[in-house]
C-alpha cells in the first residue's frame, strides 16, 4: 500500500513529520517499508544541439543542469534548441508511473529525460518540450514532490488499504486529529436501467449513469497522487476509479454506457462460459465465478477485472459507475484460480467496508463531473447496504487479566472512540460495536489487541516492568518444556498451521478440517496434528543427504472448525543416528528407546504404567507403547509405520513420541516435590517364567503398582527357555518411609510375585 504524505493530511491535521509517523505506523502495526522522497525534475538550459545520425527526428543534447558537468541527453521533441530552459528528468525521476534510468538509444548514452507538459503532469501539450521562463534558475526543481510511504499490509488489516483508515489509527495513537470526511449520497434518479441480483454473494449493488461527458486529464491533484504511488494516470473516469479505491478502500468500475445492453445482472457464471477481460485475455469461467452482465453477455468478473467490451476509452461519452460489496471467498476463488490479481481484489479478499458503497458512489460522481461536466441520468441499487451487527460485550477489567497491566476504563474508552468503535454501557459491561471497516474486530480479544497497539508496546513493557502482577495468566510451561527438550540435544522445528489432507488421511484417524481457500495446494487443511510437517521435513532433509535428525515442535493442531476447537501438541522425532561418525566411540542408531526417554524426562518423577494396545496409525504395530497414568493416555511413542515410511519415500528409521494434549503433562500443574526418605532404598532381583510372547513391560508395570514405596522397576535379563517360554528378570528399588524389618520386607516381596504370577500369567522362577 503507498500513499502520499499530503494525501494523508487531507484526512489527518498533523504537524509530525513523515519520520515520526512512519515510525509510530510500524510501531503499531502497520510496518512502514519505505519512505521514499521522490527525485523532481530540475530546470536545465540546452547548450548544445546535434542531430543524430541515422535519425530523422533524434537530437543529442547537451545540458547544463547547474552542476557544473553537461549532461548528455538523446530527445526527439520538434523544439529542441541551443538555449532553450526545459525541465530534466535524471536518474531516479518518476515519470508516469515509471522510472527514468541511464540507458542507450541508437548506440547513444541518454542520461535523462526532457519532458513534456503532459508528462510532468502540468498540462496536456505533448507537442514538445516544456519551454520555462528565461530567468528561470538552473538546477532548480520544477514540480513540488511529495513524500510517498510504502507499508506492507497483513491480511487482518484492510481497513489499511484506504489512507482513510490510516488516518484514524494515527490519530488515536496521538499524532494528529482525524479530519471526518463529509461524505453524501447520491440523490435517488430515475432512469432506464435496473440491477437484478441473482446470487446471495452480493449483499449491495449500486450504480449510476451519467451522460454527456468529456473525457479528459484528471486534475493535478489526482494525477500527481497515483504517479507519485506508482499508478499512470489515464483519465479522469479512470483515475478516479483508482482513486477511490485508494482513498476509501472501495473498488469500484467504470463502464461505457452505450456499449452495456439493457439492465445490469449479478450472477453466477455458466459452466464453460467465455469472458475476456480489459488486457485482452480470455478465460473460460466455472459456476464458482461471479459476473457482472447485461443482456448481450459478461462485462466484468464480479471484484477481479473489467472486461473488453463495455470499457472506457478517451471517445467514451456517457458512462456508469458500479459501486458494489462482493462476497471475499468467491472473489478469492476465482482470483486465484484464473491468476488474476488485482488492486480490486486484493481489497475484496481482505474484506471492505460494506458499508460505503454508495458515498464511494458518490465522491466518485463528483470527482468526474468536476473534469469532465455531464449529468446523472439514472441511479439504481440492487439488495440492501449491510447494517452493522456485531455487538461485542466487553469488560475494562479484561485487559489486566489478560496482559497483567493496568489501562483506567477512561483511557480504554477513549481509544476506542478514536479507533471509531461505539461504546454502550450496560448492567457494568460494554457493548462496543467497531467501525465497519475492522472487519477483524469480532470478540472481546480483539479490542484488547486494539488497545495494546494504540498504547504502545513499548509502555506495556515499561509498565510489566516496573509494576508486576500476579493477575496476567500468561504461564512460562510452555518455554519450560521447550528447555527441557532442548537440553536432550532436540532442535525446534516451527511450520505453518496448514497440513495436507492426503498425508493426513494416511497418518490420521481424526477429522480433517478442510480450508475452503488453500494458500497452495498441498496445505489444504487446518493440521490435525503436528507429524504431518516433520514427516515432511525429514523426507525433505534426507533427499539432501541429512538424515541424522533430533527434532520436535510444539504448537497448536485444530479439532474442528469453531472458534475454541483446538489445543496444543507436542511432537519429537529422532532419525538416522545418534551422532556423527567419531573415531572416539562407535555410533548407533536412534530406536523408539530414545523418544521414550524424552518422554519420561517431561514426566518428572511421576509414576506411570506403558501399554502397548490400540497402535494409531502411524505407528509400528510391534514397536509401540504409551505412557498412561491410570486410563488416561499421556503421550505415545513408536517407530514410524514402515508403509507410511516407503508412500512417503522416508528411508531412514523414524524414532516418534507425540504428546497429544500439553496440558496432561505433571508440568502443565505444579508438582510437588519428592518428600525424600532418610531411609536407604533397598533392592530386590526377582525372575519369572512367561510365555515367549508377553511384554516385558506388562510386568514391570505389574510390580509398579504393587506398593507405592516402590521406586523403580528395572528389567535387567531376558531369553529364551525353549517350549514356548522365556524367563524375564528385573530389579525393584523400595524407598521405605518407614523402619521396616524382616517380616515387612518378606511381605512386600510376597505381594509382588502374587500380583505378577496373577495379572500376567507368570511363574516365579526358583533359580
Known amino acids: ?61 547537451k545540458v547544463d543542469d547547474g552542476s557544473g558537468t553537461l549532461r548528455q541527453v538523446v530527445c526527439g521533441a520538434p523544439n529542441v534548441r541551443v538555449g532553450l530552459i ?40 505533448h507537442s514538445g518540450i516544456i519551454e520555462l521562463p528565461a530567468d528561470t534558475k538552473i538546477g532548480s526543481g520544477v514540480l513540488q514532490t511529495e513524500t510517498v510511504f510504502d507499508a506492507g499490509i497483513t491480511p487482518n488489516r484492510p481497513d489499511y488499504l484506504a489512507v482513510r483508515g490510516i488516518a484514524r489509527d494515527l490519530s488515536a495513537c496521538g499524532l494528529g486529529e482525524y479530519r471526518v470526511p463529509e461524505d453524501n449520497q447520491l440523490k435517488p434518479v430515475s432512469g432506464s436501467r435496473q440491477v437484478n441480483i441473482k446470487t446471495d454473494k452480493c449483499p449491495v449493488y449500486q450504480f449510476c ?33 483508482n482513486y477511490i479505491c485508494y482513498d476509501m478502500g472501495q473498488p469500484m468500475h467504470c463502464f461505457d454506457a452505450d456499449e452495456i445492453k439493457g439492465n445490469i445482472t449479478v450472477r453466477m ?35 477481479v477485472v473489467g472486461g473488453a467490451r463495455g470499457m472506457t476509452t478517451e471517445n467514451t461519452k456517457n458512462i456508469i459507475l458500479e459501486s458494489a460489496y462482493f462476497n471475499p471467498v468467491s472473489v478469492r476463488k476465482t482470483s486465484k484460480r484464473l491468476g488474476i490479481s488485482t488492486d480490486s481484489s486484493y481489497r475484496y479478499e481482505r474484506g471492505i467496508d460494506p458499508t460505503i458503497t454508495g458515498s464511494a458512489l458518490a465522491n466518485a460522481a463528483r470527482m468526474i463531473m468536476d473534469v469532465c461536466g455531464g449529468k446523472i441520468v439514472g441511479t439504481g441499487i440492487g439488495g440492501k447496504i449491510p447494517t452493522e451487527e456485531r455487538k461485542i460485550e466487553y469488560s475494562p477489567d479484561l485487559f489486566l487479566q489478560k496482559t497483567g497491566i493496568e489501562i483506567s476504563a477512561d483511557v480504554q474508552r477513549e481509544i476506542l472512540k478514536k479507533l471509531g468503535f461505539k461504546i454502550v454501557e450496560r448492567n457494568g459491561k460494554w457493548i462496543v460495536t467497531p467501525t465497519p471497516a475492522r472487519v477483524n474486530i469480532e470478540i472481546p480479544e480483539n479490542i484488547v489487541s486494539e488497545l495494546i497497539r494504540i498504547y504502545g508496546y513499548d509502555n506495556i513493557a515499561k509498565a510489566a516492568i516496573h509494576k508486576p502482577t500476579d493477575s496476567a495468566p500468561h504461564r512460562d510451561f510452555y518455554m519450560s518444556v ?25 497418518i490420521s484417524d481424526k477429522q480433517i478440517i478442510k480450508i475452503a481457500n488453500p494458500i497452495i495446494n498441498n496445505m489444504d487443511t487446518a493440521r490435525n496434528c503436528l507429524l504431518e510437517t516433520m514427516l515432511g521435513f525429514i523426507a525433505e532433509n534426507e533427499k539432501r543427504g541429512f538424515p541424522d535428525l533430533n527434532m520436535f515442535e510444539l504448537g497448536t493442531v485444530f479439532d474442528g472448525d469453531n472458534p475454541g476447537q483446538q489445543h496444543t501438541q507436542i511432537c519429537i522425532v529422532r532419525t538416522g543416528n545418534m551422532s556423527p561418525k567419531h573415531w572416539q566411540h562407535r555410533n548407533r542408531s536412534t530406536d523408539i528407546y530414545d523418544v521414550k526417554a524424552d518422554l519420561i524426562s517431561l514426566m518428572h518423577g511421576q509414576k506411570f504404567t506403558i501399554s502397548t494396545e490400540n497402535p494409531p496409525r502411524w505407528a509400528h504395530p510391534f514397536r509401540y507403547g504409551a505412557i498412561m497414568q491410570g486410563k488416561k493416555k499421556i503421550a505415545e511413542f513408536a517407530e514410524l509405520h514402515p508403509s507410511i515410511a516407503y508412500k512417503l519415500k522416508i528411508k531412514t ?115
Open 653 to 767: 528409521n523414524v524414532n516418534i513420541a507425540i504428546i497429544d494434549d500439553v496440558e496432561n503433562l505433571p508440568t502443565s500443574r505444579k508438582v510437588k516435590e519428592p518428600n525424600l526418605s532418610d531411609f536407604q532404598p533397598i533392592t530386590r532381583d526377582f525372575a519369572f517364567i512367561v510365555d515367549v510372547n508377553a511384554a516385558a513391560e506388562k510386568l514391570v508395570n505389574t510390580a509398579f503398582a504393587t506398593d507405592s514405596r516402590i521406586t523403580d522397576v528395572v528389567v535387567f535379563d531376558a531369553f529364551d527357555m525353549g517350549d514356548g517360554k522365556k524367563s524375564i528378570a528385573f530389579t525393584i528399588t523400595i524407598t521405605p518411609t518407614e523402619n521396616m524389618s524382616d517380616d515387612d520386607l518378606q511381605k512386600l516381596q510376597s505381594a509382588v510375585i502374587a500380583n505378577v504370577e496373577k495379572k500376567c500369567d507368570a511363574e516365579i522362577r526358583d533359580r
Open 209 to 241: 449513469e451519467i451522460h454527456d461527458i468529456n473525457v479528459t486529464q484528471s486534475s493535478k491533484k489526482v494525477k500527481s497522487r497515483l504517479a507519485a504511488i506508482g499508478i499512470n494516470p489515464k483519465n479522469a473516469p479512470v483515475d478516479t476509479t
Open 269 to 303: 457464471a455458466s459452466d464453460g462460459e467465455e469472458f475476456t477481460d480489459l488486457f485482452g485475455n480470455k478465460h473460460t469461467l466455472k459456476e464458482i465465478d461471479m459476473v457482472i452482465a447485461d443482456d448481450a453477455g459478461i462485462l466484468a468478473l464480479a471484484g
Open 482 to 506: 521447550k528447555q527441557e527438550l532442548a537440553a536432550r540435544g532436540l532442535n525446534e522445528t516451527k511450520a505453518y498451521g496448514f497440513g495436507d489432507s492426503k498425508i493426513e488421511e494416511l
Open 1 to 61: 500500500m503507498k500513499w502520499t504524505y499530503d494525501w494523508l493530511k487531507d484526512y489527518l491535521k498533523t504537524e509530525e513529520s513523515a519520520k515520526q509517523i512512519a515510525d509510530t505506523l510500524t510501531r503499531t502495526g502497520l510496518e512502514v517499508e519505505d519512505l521514499i522522497i521522490p527525485i523532481s525534475p530540475i530546470a536545465a538550459k540546452i547548450v548544445e544541439c546535434q542531430p543524430m545520425e541515422n535519425s530523422d527526428h533524434l537530437h543529442v543534447l
Open 86 to 125: 526545459s525541465a530534466l528528468a535524471i536518474p531516479g525521476c518518476i515519470i508516469e508511473g515509471h522510472e527514468i534510468k541511464s540507458g542507450k538509444l541508437r548506440g547513444v548514452l541518454s542520461d535523462g529525460m526532457m519532458c513534456s507538459g503532459r508528462e510532468l503532469g502540468i498540462n496536456d501539450d
